[in-house]
Protein backbone atom coordinates (compact mmCIF):
# COMPACT_ATOMS: atom_id res chain seq x y z
CA UNK A 1 0.00 0.00 0.00
CA UNK A 2 1.70 3.63 -0.94
CA UNK A 3 1.61 6.43 1.38
CA UNK A 4 -1.24 7.94 1.36
CA UNK A 5 -3.41 5.31 1.17
CA UNK A 6 -2.89 3.56 4.19
CA UNK A 7 -2.83 6.83 6.01
CA UNK A 8 -6.66 7.09 4.30
CA UNK A 9 -7.68 3.66 5.30
CA UNK A 10 -6.29 4.33 8.97
CA UNK A 11 -8.46 7.38 9.36
CA UNK A 12 -11.32 5.43 8.19
CA UNK A 13 -10.78 2.62 10.46
CA UNK A 14 -10.98 5.55 13.74
CA UNK A 15 -13.76 7.12 12.35
CA UNK A 16 -15.52 4.27 12.87
CA UNK A 17 -14.45 3.37 16.31
CA UNK A 18 -14.32 7.22 17.48
CA UNK A 19 -16.14 6.76 20.18
CA UNK A 20 -15.98 9.91 22.12
CA UNK A 21 -15.32 12.14 19.39
CA UNK A 22 -11.64 14.30 18.55
CA UNK A 23 -9.96 13.18 21.77
CA UNK A 24 -10.20 9.10 21.45
CA UNK A 25 -8.57 8.94 18.37
CA UNK A 26 -5.35 10.90 19.55
CA UNK A 27 -3.21 8.53 21.58
CA UNK A 28 -3.76 5.92 18.31
CA UNK A 29 -3.41 8.70 15.77
CA UNK A 30 -0.01 10.02 17.04
CA UNK A 31 1.42 6.23 17.68
CA UNK A 32 0.71 5.07 13.89
CA UNK A 33 1.99 8.57 11.98
CA UNK A 34 4.97 9.24 14.26
CA UNK A 35 5.80 6.07 16.34
CA UNK A 36 4.63 3.27 13.26
CA UNK A 37 5.33 5.56 10.22
CA UNK A 38 7.24 8.05 11.38
CA UNK A 39 5.84 10.51 8.39
CA UNK A 40 5.42 13.30 11.40
CA UNK A 41 7.75 14.43 13.90
CA UNK A 42 6.09 14.70 17.49
CA UNK A 43 6.59 18.08 17.25
CA UNK A 44 4.59 18.64 14.14
CA UNK A 45 1.92 16.77 15.67
CA UNK A 46 1.48 18.80 18.38
CA UNK A 47 1.61 21.63 15.99
CA UNK A 48 -1.43 20.21 14.14
CA UNK A 49 -3.28 19.85 17.31
CA UNK A 50 -2.40 23.32 18.48
CA UNK A 51 -3.32 25.00 14.97
CA UNK A 52 -7.30 23.51 15.75
CA UNK A 53 -7.52 24.57 18.96
CA UNK A 54 -6.93 28.10 17.88
CA UNK A 55 -8.82 28.17 14.63
CA UNK A 56 -12.53 27.78 14.22
CA UNK A 57 -14.52 25.27 12.00
CA UNK A 58 -14.48 21.23 12.25
CA UNK A 59 -11.34 20.58 14.31
CA UNK A 60 -10.85 16.65 14.21
CA UNK A 61 -11.39 16.98 10.61
CA UNK A 62 -9.09 19.48 10.36
CA UNK A 63 -6.39 18.08 12.25
CA UNK A 64 -6.64 14.97 10.37
CA UNK A 65 -6.17 17.44 6.85
CA UNK A 66 -3.11 18.90 8.30
CA UNK A 67 -1.86 15.69 8.52
CA UNK A 68 -2.88 14.40 5.37
CA UNK A 69 -1.06 17.66 4.25
CA UNK A 70 1.84 16.71 5.31
CA UNK A 71 2.09 13.24 4.23
CA UNK A 72 1.06 13.52 0.76
CA UNK A 73 -0.16 17.34 0.17
CA UNK A 74 -3.68 18.56 -0.95
CA UNK A 75 -5.10 15.57 -2.79
CA UNK A 76 -3.92 13.61 0.54
CA UNK A 77 -5.33 16.36 2.30
CA UNK A 78 -8.83 16.21 1.40
CA UNK A 79 -9.13 12.08 1.40
CA UNK A 80 -8.29 12.41 4.51
CA UNK A 81 -11.21 14.86 5.42
CA UNK A 82 -13.35 12.16 3.64
CA UNK A 83 -11.99 9.31 5.30
CA UNK A 84 -12.16 11.11 8.90
CA UNK A 85 -16.07 12.41 8.67
CA UNK A 86 -17.78 10.01 6.03
CA UNK A 87 -17.54 6.83 7.96
CA UNK A 88 -19.09 8.00 11.75
CA UNK A 89 -21.56 10.14 9.28
CA UNK A 90 -22.52 7.12 8.13
CA UNK A 91 -22.90 5.04 11.04
CA UNK A 92 -24.83 8.28 12.50
CA UNK A 93 -27.05 8.21 9.51
CA UNK A 94 -27.84 4.60 9.90
CA UNK A 95 -28.06 4.72 13.72
CA UNK A 96 -30.66 7.15 13.54
CA UNK A 97 -32.85 5.36 11.60
CA UNK A 98 -32.89 2.53 13.60
CA UNK A 99 -32.59 3.84 16.82
CA UNK A 100 -35.51 5.21 17.45
CA UNK A 101 -37.55 2.22 16.51
CA UNK A 102 -36.08 0.37 19.86
CA UNK A 103 -36.30 3.79 22.09
CA UNK A 104 -37.23 2.53 25.44
CA UNK A 105 -35.85 -0.60 25.08
CA UNK A 106 -33.89 -1.95 28.17
CA UNK A 107 -30.95 -3.22 26.43
CA UNK A 108 -30.91 0.73 24.89
CA UNK A 109 -30.09 1.88 28.34
CA UNK A 110 -27.61 -1.02 28.75
CA UNK A 111 -25.51 -0.38 25.80
CA UNK A 112 -25.18 3.51 26.74
CA UNK A 113 -24.40 3.01 30.39
CA UNK A 114 -22.01 0.28 29.40
CA UNK A 115 -20.20 2.74 26.66
CA UNK A 116 -20.29 5.36 28.50
CA UNK A 117 -17.13 4.99 31.22
CA UNK A 118 -15.06 3.15 28.16
CA UNK A 119 -15.58 6.34 25.99
CA UNK A 120 -14.73 8.57 28.93
CA UNK A 121 -11.09 6.77 29.50
CA UNK A 122 -10.41 7.21 26.60
CA UNK A 123 -11.40 10.91 25.68
CA UNK A 124 -8.73 11.25 29.09
CA UNK A 125 -6.38 9.39 27.36
CA UNK A 126 -6.42 11.47 24.37
CA UNK A 127 -5.97 14.35 26.75
CA UNK A 128 -3.37 12.39 28.87
CA UNK A 129 -1.08 11.87 25.52
CA UNK A 130 -1.25 15.25 24.52
CA UNK A 131 -0.30 17.06 27.65
CA UNK A 132 2.92 14.84 27.44
CA UNK A 133 3.84 15.05 23.64
CA UNK A 134 6.91 16.47 22.38
CA UNK A 135 9.11 17.78 24.75
CA UNK A 136 6.98 19.21 27.26
CA UNK A 137 8.56 20.46 30.97
CA UNK A 138 7.07 20.81 34.34
CA UNK A 139 6.33 24.49 33.28
CA UNK A 140 3.97 22.68 30.41
CA UNK A 141 2.22 20.31 32.57
CA UNK A 142 1.60 23.29 34.78
CA UNK A 143 -0.25 24.60 32.20
CA UNK A 144 -2.01 21.65 31.59
CA UNK A 145 -3.16 20.98 35.03
CA UNK A 146 -4.18 24.88 35.42
CA UNK A 147 -6.38 24.56 32.10
CA UNK A 148 -8.04 21.75 34.02
CA UNK A 149 -8.71 23.45 37.42
CA UNK A 150 -10.24 26.13 35.50
CA UNK A 151 -12.26 24.66 33.20
CA UNK A 152 -13.39 22.34 36.28
CA UNK A 153 -13.83 25.68 39.41
CA UNK A 154 -14.88 28.22 36.86
CA UNK A 155 -17.25 29.35 34.11
CA UNK A 156 -14.66 31.05 32.11
CA UNK A 157 -14.85 30.88 28.24
CA UNK A 158 -12.41 27.74 27.32
CA UNK A 159 -11.22 30.49 24.72
CA UNK A 160 -9.45 32.86 27.23
CA UNK A 161 -7.74 29.63 27.99
CA UNK A 162 -6.56 28.73 24.65
CA UNK A 163 -5.11 32.34 24.68
CA UNK A 164 -3.53 32.69 27.90
CA UNK A 165 -1.80 29.40 27.09
CA UNK A 166 -0.62 30.78 24.06
CA UNK A 167 0.39 34.42 25.62
CA UNK A 168 2.36 32.00 28.14
CA UNK A 169 4.11 30.38 25.77
CA UNK A 170 5.34 33.19 23.49
CA UNK A 171 6.68 34.91 26.08
CA UNK A 172 9.23 31.90 26.79
CA UNK A 173 7.90 30.71 30.04
CA UNK A 174 7.11 27.46 28.30
CA UNK B 1 -34.74 7.55 27.91
CA UNK B 2 -37.36 8.21 24.71
CA UNK B 3 -35.72 9.56 21.52
CA UNK B 4 -39.44 11.52 19.97
CA UNK B 5 -36.86 12.20 16.58
CA UNK B 6 -38.57 10.85 13.77
CA UNK B 7 -42.26 12.76 14.21
CA UNK B 8 -42.49 15.38 11.84
CA UNK B 9 -41.92 18.99 13.04
CA UNK B 10 -44.50 21.38 13.93
CA UNK B 11 -45.06 24.60 11.43
CA UNK B 12 -43.20 25.42 7.78
CA UNK B 13 -41.19 22.83 6.33
CA UNK B 14 -37.19 23.60 6.84
CA UNK B 15 -35.84 24.56 3.54
CA UNK B 16 -32.35 22.90 2.61
CA UNK B 17 -30.85 26.58 2.08
CA UNK B 18 -31.88 26.76 6.18
CA UNK B 19 -29.80 23.67 6.90
CA UNK B 20 -26.65 24.91 5.18
CA UNK B 21 -26.17 28.23 6.44
CA UNK B 22 -27.15 27.06 9.91
CA UNK B 23 -24.78 24.29 10.16
CA UNK B 24 -22.51 26.72 8.92
CA UNK B 25 -22.94 29.06 11.50
CA UNK B 26 -22.45 26.58 14.45
CA UNK B 27 -19.20 25.41 12.57
CA UNK B 28 -17.85 29.09 12.01
CA UNK B 29 -19.02 30.13 15.70
CA UNK B 30 -17.66 27.10 16.82
CA UNK B 31 -14.93 28.23 18.71
CA UNK B 32 -14.05 26.25 22.33
CA UNK B 33 -17.40 23.86 21.95
CA UNK B 34 -19.28 23.15 18.64
CA UNK B 35 -22.05 22.27 21.11
CA UNK B 36 -22.78 25.32 23.04
CA UNK B 37 -23.27 27.00 19.66
CA UNK B 38 -25.41 24.00 18.04
CA UNK B 39 -28.05 24.72 20.82
CA UNK B 40 -28.04 27.91 20.31
CA UNK B 41 -29.03 28.17 16.85
CA UNK B 42 -30.72 24.90 16.39
CA UNK B 43 -33.05 25.46 19.77
CA UNK B 44 -33.03 29.07 20.38
CA UNK B 45 -33.04 30.78 16.64
CA UNK B 46 -34.68 28.51 14.25
CA UNK B 47 -36.51 26.56 16.95
CA UNK B 48 -36.01 23.01 14.89
CA UNK B 49 -35.71 21.44 18.32
CA UNK B 50 -37.34 21.54 22.09
CA UNK B 51 -34.06 21.44 24.76
CA UNK B 52 -35.08 17.85 25.63
CA UNK B 53 -35.41 17.34 22.11
CA UNK B 54 -31.93 18.66 21.35
CA UNK B 55 -30.69 16.76 25.08
CA UNK B 56 -31.58 13.32 23.74
CA UNK B 57 -30.08 14.11 20.11
CA UNK B 58 -27.21 14.95 21.51
CA UNK B 59 -27.05 11.98 24.08
CA UNK B 60 -27.49 9.72 21.04
CA UNK B 61 -24.43 11.53 18.86
CA UNK B 62 -22.07 11.53 22.39
CA UNK B 63 -22.84 7.65 22.27
CA UNK B 64 -21.69 7.51 18.10
CA UNK B 65 -18.60 7.24 16.62
CA UNK B 66 -16.93 10.62 15.46
CA UNK B 67 -17.16 14.26 15.73
CA UNK B 68 -20.71 14.98 17.80
CA UNK B 69 -21.52 18.15 16.27
CA UNK B 70 -21.49 16.30 12.69
CA UNK B 71 -23.54 13.33 13.83
CA UNK B 72 -25.94 15.73 15.09
CA UNK B 73 -26.26 17.65 11.51
CA UNK B 74 -26.75 14.42 9.67
CA UNK B 75 -29.39 12.91 12.19
CA UNK B 76 -31.37 16.74 12.61
CA UNK B 77 -30.51 17.48 8.49
CA UNK B 78 -32.30 13.69 8.11
CA UNK B 79 -35.36 14.24 10.51
CA UNK B 80 -36.26 17.41 9.20
CA UNK B 81 -35.57 16.88 4.89
CA UNK B 82 -34.78 13.08 4.51
CA UNK B 83 -30.94 12.12 3.16
CA UNK B 84 -30.84 15.79 1.31
CA UNK B 85 -31.31 17.34 4.54
CA UNK B 86 -28.60 15.55 5.96
CA UNK B 87 -26.46 16.28 2.92
CA UNK B 88 -27.29 20.21 3.24
CA UNK B 89 -26.27 20.39 6.47
CA UNK B 90 -23.52 18.25 6.58
CA UNK B 91 -22.04 20.48 3.54
CA UNK B 92 -22.97 23.51 5.60
CA UNK B 93 -21.06 22.25 8.70
CA UNK B 94 -18.04 20.88 6.83
CA UNK B 95 -16.96 22.60 3.14
CA UNK B 96 -16.77 26.35 4.03
CA UNK B 97 -15.28 26.05 7.16
CA UNK B 98 -12.89 23.43 6.36
CA UNK B 99 -11.31 25.69 3.35
CA UNK B 100 -11.30 28.75 5.53
CA UNK B 101 -9.63 26.99 8.62
CA UNK B 102 -7.53 24.62 6.26
CA UNK B 103 -6.15 28.15 4.63
CA UNK B 104 -5.36 29.56 7.98
CA UNK B 105 -3.96 26.24 9.61
CA UNK B 106 -1.88 25.65 6.18
CA UNK B 107 -0.31 29.66 6.76
CA UNK B 108 0.16 28.46 10.65
CA UNK B 109 2.31 25.21 9.82
CA UNK B 110 4.34 26.35 7.86
CA UNK B 111 5.98 29.05 10.03
CA UNK B 112 5.69 26.76 12.88
CA UNK B 113 9.07 26.44 13.25
CA UNK B 114 9.59 30.22 13.32
CA UNK B 115 10.78 30.60 17.35
CA UNK B 116 7.60 32.96 18.97
CA UNK B 117 4.74 30.90 17.01
CA UNK B 118 6.94 27.70 17.90
CA UNK B 119 6.17 29.24 21.89
CA UNK B 120 2.82 30.04 21.27
CA UNK B 121 1.83 26.41 19.80
CA UNK B 122 3.57 24.89 22.52
CA UNK B 123 1.56 27.07 24.73
CA UNK B 124 -2.02 26.30 22.84
CA UNK B 125 -1.42 22.63 23.10
CA UNK B 126 -0.42 22.47 26.38
CA UNK B 127 -3.85 24.14 27.32
CA UNK B 128 -5.72 21.97 24.95
CA UNK B 129 -5.13 18.88 26.61
CA UNK B 130 -6.20 20.12 29.71
CA UNK B 131 -9.08 21.13 28.16
CA UNK B 132 -10.25 17.55 27.13
CA UNK B 133 -9.07 16.09 29.99
CA UNK B 134 -11.69 18.36 32.29
CA UNK B 135 -13.98 17.47 29.54
CA UNK B 136 -13.27 13.56 30.39
CA UNK B 137 -13.48 14.27 34.17
CA UNK B 138 -16.60 16.14 33.64
CA UNK B 139 -18.15 13.45 31.74
CA UNK B 140 -17.15 11.23 34.46
CA UNK B 141 -18.81 13.12 37.20
CA UNK B 142 -22.49 11.41 36.87
CA UNK B 143 -20.85 7.90 36.96
CA UNK B 144 -18.95 8.53 40.22
CA UNK B 145 -20.60 5.95 42.20
CA UNK B 146 -20.69 3.15 39.90
CA UNK B 147 -17.42 1.29 40.63
CA UNK B 148 -17.46 -0.77 37.51
CA UNK B 149 -17.74 2.40 35.69
CA UNK B 150 -14.81 4.07 36.69
CA UNK B 151 -12.89 0.42 36.34
CA UNK B 152 -13.70 0.59 32.73
CA UNK B 153 -12.56 4.10 32.59
CA UNK B 154 -9.50 3.56 34.17
CA UNK B 155 -8.70 0.11 32.14
CA UNK B 156 -9.40 2.32 28.75
CA UNK B 157 -7.16 5.37 30.06
CA UNK B 158 -4.56 2.51 30.62
CA UNK B 159 -4.95 0.45 27.61
CA UNK B 160 -5.02 3.73 25.54
CA UNK B 161 -2.25 5.74 26.96
CA UNK B 162 -0.05 3.76 29.53
CA UNK B 163 -0.07 0.48 27.65
CA UNK B 164 -0.25 2.15 24.23
CA UNK B 165 -2.56 -0.58 22.47
CA UNK B 166 -4.43 0.54 19.25
CA UNK B 167 -7.64 1.92 19.69
CA UNK B 168 -9.30 -0.73 17.98
CA UNK B 169 -8.23 -3.62 20.29
CA UNK B 170 -9.11 -1.12 23.52
CA UNK B 171 -12.93 -0.77 22.15
CA UNK B 172 -13.71 -4.17 20.64
CA UNK B 173 -11.55 -5.96 23.74
CA UNK B 174 -13.82 -3.28 26.97
CA UNK B 175 -16.72 -2.18 25.35
CA UNK B 176 -18.48 -6.19 25.25
CA UNK B 177 -17.09 -6.46 29.47
CA UNK B 178 -17.80 -3.14 29.80
CA UNK B 179 -21.88 -3.54 28.68
CA UNK B 180 -21.87 -6.78 30.43
CA UNK B 181 -20.71 -5.57 33.45
CA UNK B 182 -23.77 -2.69 33.11
CA UNK B 183 -26.48 -5.57 32.53
CA UNK B 184 -24.97 -7.23 36.02
CA UNK B 185 -25.42 -3.79 37.75
CA UNK B 186 -29.14 -3.66 36.30
CA UNK B 187 -30.12 -7.34 37.16
CA UNK B 188 -28.14 -6.65 41.15
CA UNK B 189 -30.63 -3.83 41.25
CA UNK B 190 -33.51 -5.36 40.42
Sequence with gaps: ?174 | MAYVLNEAPAGPRVTLPALFTTFLKVSLFGFGGPIVWARRFIVEQQHWLTDQEFADLLSLCQFLPGPNVASITVCLGSKLRGPAGAAAGLAGFIVIPWSIGFGLGALLLHFAGVGGLRNTLHGVSAVGAGLIIATGLRLLTPHRTRPMALLFAALAFVGLAIAKLPLLLVVTALAPLSIAAALTERAILR
Excluded: E, K
Design chain 1, 1 to 174: MNLPAALIAHLALLSLISFGGFPSVLPDLRDFVVGTNGWLTDRDFANCFAIVQAIPGPNMILMTSFIGWQVGGLPTAIASALATFGPSCAVAYTAFRFWDRFRDTAWQSIVRRGLAPVTIGLVIAGGYVMARVGDAGWASLAVTLAAIALMLGTRISPLWLVAAGGALGALGVL
